[in-house]
């Protein structure tokens, strides 16, 4: 187990205010009411539409009301280890789950049904798709189950845009159109790609421009 901290290295912090819902207004609303509701939550989608975000958010605001978070993902260590006194027990990466996570998680499960500590899962399939045991699955789909819908290029292109004002860098709409044409828009790949792209345009002293932009790709090997 392990608590989330409050800001997440150098990125943004992930907060409600800061997650585009696009077409996931419904699920926004529900996610920040889990709290007040015992019924597990699970959201699915393919990598980079934001479920981590929303799971982080959530953690954020529980621990910024003075309650406890337990955080189990696909990389945290074994044993995990039941805490009576959480006020939200996470589950992230579900669909990465060893045979040894998922035992835990399903022991965690029953405990947190038994104590209604809200819980709230993601994976990048839904859960009748999950590769795992049964009772888990099971359980996991138990509650509310929300798709994510990824983010049509009018809101990849605003949350380039924030993150490009927050960190007082210049993306002109070039750059910006070739991000997002020949890129997949998945927010996790584009933000690490503008994260390439502003320590090289620091390391080279050079504006972000297209040019640069191709530059760092090809030294990066990549077409």
Same mark, same amino acid.
Request: net charge negative; aromatic share 8%.
């Given at each position: 187990? &392990? ?14 205010? *800061? ?6 207004? %419904? ?6 009411? /889990?709290?007040?509701?015992? *019924? ?14 929303? /799971? ?8 910024? %009301? ?21 006020? /939200?027990?996470?589950?992230? @990466?579900?669909?990465?789950? @060893?045979?040894? #996570? %998922? %035992? ?28 795992? +045991? ?16 990824? $983010? !049509?290029?009018?809101? =990849?292109?605003?949350?380039?845009? &924030?993150?490009?004002?927050? +960190? =007082? ?15 997949? #828009? ?6 690490? /790609?503008?994260?390439?792209? @502003? ?6 002293? #050079?504006?972000? *421009? ?6 760092? $790709? @090809?030294?990066? !090997?990549?077409?």
């Amino acid at each position: 187990m &392990r608590q989330i901290p409050l800001a997440i290295g150098a990125a943004a912090q992930r907060s409600f205010d *800061t997650f585009l819902p696009g077409g996931n207004a %419904q699920v926004l609303a529900h996610v920040r009411e /889990l709290p007040l509701r015992p *019924t597990p939550l699970y959201l699915w989608s393919p990598a980079g539409s934001g479920k981590t975000h929303l /799971l982080q958010a959530l953690a954020a605001m529980v621990q910024a %009301q003075g309650g406890r978070v337990a955080w189990f993902d696909a990389d945290s260590a074994t044993p995990w280890e039941f805490d009576s006194g959480a006020a /939200l027990i996470v589950f992230d @990466d579900c669909d990465r789950y @060893d045979a040894a #996570r %998922q %035992q835990a998680a399903f022991a965690l499960f029953v405990e947190a049904t038994a104590h209604a500590i809200p819980i709230a899962a993601a994976a990048r399939v839904p859960p009748v798709d999950l590769v795992m +045991r049964d009772d888990l699955r099971t359980r996991l789909a138990w509650g509310h189950v929300f798709a994510l819908e990824p $983010l !049509g290029e009018v809101d =990849a292109r605003a949350a380039l845009r &924030r993150e490009a004002d927050r +960190r =007082a860098i210049f993306l002109s709409d070039d750059v910006m159109d070739y991000l997002l044409t020949r890129f997949a #828009r998945d927010l996790k790949h584009l933000m690490q /790609l503008l994260d390439r792209l @502003d320590e090289f345009s620091l390391a080279t002293k #050079r504006p972000i *421009t297209v040019p640069l932009l191709k530059r760092m $790709l @090809d030294e990066e !090997g990549q077409p």
